[in-house]
């Protein structure tokens, strides 16, 4: 009888297969169940670029907000989106009006960040800036402005998820972006802490304080 014959006569084969187990015991599991503060220390290891969302609220009062929830969405159709904390008070007046600015810093835009960062303070109080084709403040030198409509908004959890349909898109600067890591700016081995900035929160400053 052949090795392949006496294969087949010997009936089945066992085959010992390996089977995947997880290696996070329950206690660890338990310890790293996603708590604000461990969302917002664990989300910050996701380096960002930084961005300002501006608007024109009631009155025509410049309005706006530093956000690092920016992303595109689609090509044909045009859509990049944000999200917005419920408790901001920027983004009703920009919803109110329809458009807003995403203004992309430079690196070098850390008052900018601060400033539209912050809940003190009125944010264009001595700030150059300009209204754009658009109607909606454009700020200066940033490395590019997307213009944008409010195409559609959906609630998820307490925050809003805006996309926008875009209108126009600027080209500002060549500068290196604004790098937001680990509640820092850049990515060097110790870049400077962020100035005048309270704690953010999991997606942003401005998500909250606008």
């Keep these: 009888m052949s090795d392949q014959e006496h294969a087949n006569s010997a009936g089945p084969v066992e085959v010992n297969l390996m089977t995947a187990q997880s290696l996070t015991t329950p206690e660890t599991l338990e310890s790293a169940a996603p708590t604000p503060l461990r969302m917002r220390r664990a989300m910050g290891a996701f380096a960002t670029g930084v961005t300002v969302v501006t608007g024109m609220g009631v009155g025509g009062e410049p309005v706006g907000f530093a956000c690092q929830s920016f992303a595109s969405v689609s090509l044909e159709p045009p859509l990049v989106l944000f999200c917005a904390d419920h408790k901001g008070r920027s983004w009703p007046a920009i919803r109110d009006s329809g458009r807003f600015c995403v203004n992309v810093l430079a690196e070098d835009q850390a008052d900018l960040c601060a400033r539209f960062g912050s809940s003190r303070g009125r944010k264009y109080d001595g700030l150059d800036w300009d209204l754009s084709h658009w109607g909606t403040p454009s700020l200066r030198d940033v490395l590019m402005r997307v213009h944008a409509e409010v195409y559609d908004v959906h609630a998820a959890g307490d925050h809003d ?50």
């Design 161 to 210: 998820v805006v996309i926008g349909r875009v209108l126009g898109l600027e080209t500002v600067t060549e500068e290196r972006p604004m790098l937001f890591f680990r509640g820092r700016f850049g990515i060097e081995a110790e870049p400077p802490a962020v100035p005048s900035l309270e704690v953010p929160g999991p997606w942003g400053w401005g998500d909250y304080w606008g």
